[in-house]
């Protein structure tokens, strides 16, 4: 069936940039999307691309997407210590379905 | 309220016995989502609702997990003869189901711990 892999964990420094890498098997995806879990709380859409497109930026957020290799990034800039959390990647596999398949998420901790 | 909500917050049981873990959608999203999240598991997709379709029950581990949406609104995971492995955050999501980019919605989600 249909995979999303992430790596587990990720540490970085406050102020440097983050990269968080995803990597899915299913060839027709149509949009990919990134989820941010806080501590003890539900998860919160931060940004997607939908799937003809390369990149997408977002204030301090950038998303690329290399179709061909499957892989979508989320970069974070200036990393905060508040973007001290749980990332999720989702791939939603057809127009037909809103169904998404989650990543296994990548704990993001920045330190001072 | 504006959110998706579920109760109860925490849950602890006895293995063997049932429970029944609630989500209240946001008003008027016709899609609802069930996840299941373990400690080092990522999030596992259960069961998901779209409207008056056969609900999409693929992700159910066993027969003991069941679930209904009444009316379309409301929706209750039920989890019977419960095994110390069922231990997980329960997430409940929603989604206004009408294409495009489609958001979920995320619950704060029920702790259940089997022991």
């Known amino acids: 069936g249909e995979d999303v892999e992430q790596s587990l964990f990720l540490s970085v420094r406050e102020g440097d940039s983050s990269v968080i890498n995803c990597t899915y098997t299913d060839s027709s995806s149509t949009y990919l999307y990134w989820y941010k879990q806080e501590p003890g709380a539900g998860l919160q859409l931060l940004t997607y691309?939908?799937?003809?497109?390369d990149m997408k930026q977002d204030q301090r957020l950038t998303v690329l997407l290399n179709k061909k290799d499957k892989h979508l990034s989320l970069r974070i800039a200036d990393t905060q210590t508040g973007d001290s959390a749980i990332y999720f990647c989702?791939?939603?596999?057809?127009?037909?379905?809103?169904?998404?398949?989650f990543g296994t998420g990548t704990r993001l901790q920045v330190f001072p | 309220g504006a959110g998706v909500s579920q109760s109860p917050s925490n849950k602890v049981t006895e293995k063997g016995k049932d429970v029944e873990l609630r989500c209240d959608p946001i008003s008027g999203h016709t899609a609802l989502y069930w996840y299941r999240q373990s400690l080092g598991q990522g999030l596992e997709f259960l069961i998901y609702f779209q409207g008056n379709s056969a609900p999409d029950k693929s992700g159910l581990p066993s027969d003991r997990f069941s679930a209904e949406r009444t009316g379309g609104s409301v929706s209750t995971l039920t989890i019977q003869r419960t095994q110390q492995e069922d231990s997980a955050v329960y997430l409940c999501?929603?989604?206004?189901?009408?294409?495009?980019?489609?958001?979920?919605?995320f619950g704060p989600g029920t702790r259940l711990t089997v022991l």
């Open positions: 989702a791939d939603r596999l057809s127009y037909n379905t809103d169904k998404l398949i």
């Open positions: 999501a929603s989604s206004a189901g009408l294409g495009g980019v489609d958001t979920q919605y």
């Open positions: 691309i939908f799937s003809n497109m």
